[in-house]
T-cell receptor, first 115, second 114 residues
Framework: KAGVTQTPRYLIKTRGQQVTLSCSPISGHRSVSWYQQTPGQGLQFLFEYFSETQRNKGNFPGRFSGRQFSNSRSEMNVSTLELGDSALYLC??????????????FGSGTQLSVL | KQEVTQIPAALSVPEGENLVLNCSFTDSAIYNLQWFRQDPGKGLTSLLL?????REQTSGRLNASLDKSSGRSTLYIAASQPGDSATYLCAVNVYTSGTYKYIFGTGTRLKVLA
C-alpha cells in the first residue's frame, strides 16, 4: 500500500511569488491535514480537510489556503510569499480524520525556501 | 491554551543504554497522545498512540506511559541502537472549536553513539 506522497520535494521561490504544494493520501483515507515545521516554531497545524471540506484551521494568515479534491488529494497554496514562510511543509492522512483512535500517517514533506 | 514541552532538547548516549524521553502538557483534557519519530528532512512516523484511558503502550523496545493527571508522558527506549538516532516528538490530541487537532512538542534530538 503506497504511503502519503508529497510533491514537489524541494521548492525555491522568491518573495512575492505564490506556490502550490500537493499531497496524495493513503488510498481510502479521507482526511488530509497540513503542518508547517520551522526550527524556531516547531510543528504547527495549518488546516485539515475531510471529504473536500475544511474542518479546522490553525492560526495562520489568509495567504495560506488549501483545498481537497474528490479523490482526497489535497493542495496547499501560499500567496505573496515572505521570507518567514521558508519551512518544511508536511501533510498527514488518516482514515476518518484527526480522531482520538486514529494514527496520523505523514508524507516526507516539501522543503520550501523563499529567497 | 495547551502547551507541550519536551525535555531535554537534545540527548547523546552510548549504544546499549536504556533511556527515557519526557513530554509534558499543561491541560489534562486530552484525548490521546502520540509519539513520533522524525529523521532529518523527513516526515514523521507514528511510534505509539496512547488513548486517554490507557496508562501505557508497548511496541518492541519502546514503551510509552501516560499520566494525564500530572500532564506527563515518557517514552522509554530499551537497549538503544545507532539506528534509533532521530528526533522524537510527542503530540496531544485535543478537541477545540468543534473538531480535533494535534498540538506538538518541540522534540528531543537523540543521538546514539556506536
Amino acid at each position: 500500500k503506497a504511503g502519503v506522497t508529497q510533491t514537489p520535494r524541494y521548492l525555491i521561490k522568491t518573495r512575492g511569488q505564490q506556490v502550490t504544494l500537493s499531497c496524495s493520501p493513503i488510498s481510502g483515507h479521507r482526511s488530509v491535514s497540513w503542518y508547517q515545521q520551522t526550527p524556531g516554531q516547531g510543528l504547527q497545524f495549518l488546516f485539515e480537510y475531510f471529504s473536500e471540506t475544511q474542518r479546522n484551521k490553525g492560526n495562520f494568515p489568509g495567504r495560506f489556503s488549501g483545498r481537497q479534491f474528490s479523490n482526497s488529494r489535497s493542495e496547499m497554496n501560499v500567496s505573496t510569499l515572505e521570507l518567514g514562510d521558508s519551512a518544511l511543509y508536511l501533510c498527514a492522512s488518516s482514515l476518518g480524520g484527526i480522531k482520538p483512535n486514529e494514527k496520523l500517517f505523514f508524507g516526507s514533506g516539501t522543503q520550501l525556501s523563499v529567497l | 491554551k495547551q502547551e507541550v514541552t519536551q525535555i531535554p532538547a537534545a540527548l547523546s548516549v552510548p549504544e546499549g543504554e536504556n533511556l527515557v524521553l519526557n513530554c509534558s502538557f499543561t491541560d489534562s483534557a486530552i484525548y490521546n497522545l502520540q509519539w513520533f519519530r522524525q529523521d532529518p528532512g523527513k516526515g514523521l512516523t507514528s511510534l505509539l498512540l496512547i488513548q486517554s484511558s490507557q496508562r501505557e503502550q508497548t511496541s518492541g523496545r519502546l514503551n510509552a506511559s501516560l499520566d494525564k493527571s500530572s500532564g506527563r508522558s515518557t517514552l522509554y527506549i530499551a537497549a538503544s541502537q545507532p539506528g534509533d538516532s532521530a528526533t522524537y516528538l510527542c503530540a496531544v490530541n485535543v478537541y477545540t472549536s468543534g473538531t480535533y487537532k494535534y498540538i506538538f512538542g518541540t522534540g528531543t534530538r537523540l543521538k546514539v553513539l556506536a
